[in-house]
């Protein structure tokens, strides 16, 4: 790809990024959450089982107005079992949800 000092649209840059990409066999992502939902992705299986059996879980911690995208996005992404809480007493009892759930 050749260097260019002109101004271009977010689209046109996506666009000469991917062509770029496709051309030396990179990986391209404009998931916001990429280097987060991987490292889950890859601890995964630190996470499936009780907890009471000494596996692990994973609290993603997020802005009150992505709560909703990103579990949707853990959901599709992950087979983990997502719960969602916008505060802490959106939850009954913790330790039980964390048993429970990954």
Not at 8 to 25: I, M, P, V
Not at 30 to 49: M, N, P, Q, W
């Amino acid at each position: 790809m050749e260097s260019s000092c002109t101004r271009f649209t977010a689209a046109e840059g996506g666009a000469r990024l991917a062509a770029s990409a496709s051309a030396k066999n990179i990986l391209v992502t404009e998931h916001t959450a990429f280097i987060s939902t991987s490292v889950l992705i890859e601890h995964a299986y630190k996470i499936r089982g009780p907890l009471s059996s000494g596996w692990q879980r994973s609290v993603y911690v997020t802005r009150h107005s992505r709560i909703e995208c990103v579990s949707h996005e853990l959901t599709i992404l992950t087979d983990l079992a997502v719960v969602k809480a916008f505060n802490y007493d959106d939850i009954g009892d913790w330790r039980q949800e964390l048993e429970d759930k990954q």
